[in-house]
């Protein structure tokens, strides 16, 4: 890949909003500094819906993409490549970059946009594309014109400098997080929470984690384990507050006193409980999870319901629809599934009723519930020895 001289972000949904587009695009830019602040010294500045990242000295841009490709509400990442305002200089940009393109990715044909912000500049856009292309025609051998679907697309922006780029990269899309609110993701070692977190992040969404964790039945490695996972999302969602919660006095509680077969929902309904007090206490109006319908036992529609039942808060889902394939998919390609597949014990795997009761009915379940009479305290208990940890 070229090196850039200037990075040039588009932006999807955003463009769209009316009045309130200058607040969304405040908060991208915000997010942007604070994705570079530890890259180098860069200028950030917003022309017509896009967004202009210039290198201050010496800063690695190619680093700066790889930061960029993480923050959501940036549809495309272009690499420009910054020259004099003369055509001349215009003209070996271009078939500078045709060039490494073609090496790059080859292709066969190709065509000129231009756009001419600095109305000074001698040359209509028509006339710089006309120009341009003839001379990318010249020197470039086994290139051809096509106007309609090219491989290759040059483009030129004529601004206080002139601005050549080929090169397209897809960022993250969705909108900037920060835009819309808080939620508190319930983020287990697996598969499916991290990339639930993920995807409700990507519509602007600020995300706390909470995780349940059943010491000494649940070691150390699977607690880092959780927090490796906070850490490659937290590059999406920025600044994650992690709660570990104690969940071992209240699962010992469950298994001495209520029936056995109703033992996952009753502990999976503590745990949207639990969930839903810590997100009251940060703000967060929503709790997330990675359940998928019918992946396993407790995701029955009638397990689901039993869960949503003990909470006033909506629960969102993300993963509700998709086969475990399509989430490892994503996981794969945010960067969690290598550590969510690592063998460390949940705790829900590790206090597994032999014939668990699949297609609960809630009155069995608030019947079979009724057996913990100390609840409250335990709940409380557990919410007040959490520990909150900073990540990202
Ligand atoms: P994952 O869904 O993350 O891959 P899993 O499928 O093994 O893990 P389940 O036991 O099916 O998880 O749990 C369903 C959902 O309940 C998880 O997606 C997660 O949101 C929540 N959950 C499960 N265990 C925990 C835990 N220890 N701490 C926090 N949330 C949990
Ligand atoms: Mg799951």
Redesign the pocket.
């Known amino acids: 890949m070229k090196k850039a001289d200037v990075i040039l972000l588009k932006y999807g949904e955003i463009a769209l909003k009316g009045l309130n587009k200058p607040m969304f695009e405040r908060k991208l830019i915000d997010n942007i500094r604070l994705a570079l602040a530890d890259v180098g010294e860069f200028s950030v500045r917003k022309a017509q819906s896009t967004i202009y990242v210039e290198p201050l000295g010496d800063a690695d841009t190619d680093a700066a993409v790889q930061r960029l490709k993480k923050v959501f509400g940036i549809s495309n990442i272009c690499l420009m490549t910054k020259c004099e305002k003369n055509i001349d200089a215009i003209a070996a940009a271009a078939i500078e970059c045709v060039k490494s393109d073609m090496e790059e990715r080859g292709g066969k044909t190709f065509k000129v946009e231009s756009m001419r912000e600095d109305k000074t500049f001698p040359m209509r856009s028509p006339e710089i594309c006309r120009v341009i292309g003839g001379m990318v025609l010249k020197n470039v051998d086994g290139l051809k014109v096509d106007v309609h679907n090219p491989d290759i697309q040059v483009n030129i922006e004529i601004r206080g400098d002139a601005l050549v780029y080929t090169d397209k990269i897809r960022g993250a899309g969705g909108m900037p997080v920060g835009t819309n609110g808080k939620a508190a993701?319930?983020?287990?070692?697996?598969?499916?929470?991290?990339v639930?977190g993920y995807m409700i992040s990507k519509r602007g969404v600020t995300v706390d984690a909470?995780?349940?964790?059943?010491h000494p039945y649940?070691s150390d490695r699977a607690k880092e384990k959780?927090i490796d996972l906070a850490k490659i999302i937290s590059e999406y969602c920025g600044k994650i507050k992690l709660h570990i919660?104690p969940?071992t006095d209240i699962q010992l509680s469950i298994i001495d006193k209520c029936p056995e077969r109703h033992l996952t929902i009753i502990m999976?309904r503590y745990?949207m409980r639990i969930?839903e007090r810590i997100a009251e206490k940060s703000g967060a109006r929503a709790l997330?999870?990675?359940?998928?319908i019918g992946?396993?036992a407790?995701?029955t529609l009638e397990g689901l319901c039993a869960s949503d039942a003990a909470v006033s808060m909506p629960v969102f889902r993300p993963?509700i629809g998709m086969d475990k394939e399509e989430?490892v998919t994503i996981s794969k390609q945010i960067g969690t599934y290598e550590t969510?597949i690592l063998p460390y014990e949940?705790?829900?795997?590790i206090f597994v009723p032999k014939h668990p009761k699949t297609r609960p009915s809630l009155e069995e379940v608030v019947e079979a519930e009724k057996a913990l009479t100390n609840a409250e305290e335990l709940m409380s208990d557990a919410v007040e020895n959490t520990e909150v940890i900073e990540i990202g």
Not at 187 to 194: C, N, T, V
Not at 210 to 214: D, L, M, Q
Not at 288 to 292: D, L, N, R, V
Not at 346 to 349: F, L, M, N, V
């Open positions: 993701l319930l983020l287990s070692g697996g598969i499916d929470s991290p639930a909470v995780h349940f964790h059943s649940t959780v919660v969940f999976r745990m969930a997330i999870t990675g359940e998928s992946q396993v407790s995701q993963c989430i969510s949940d705790c829900c795997t």
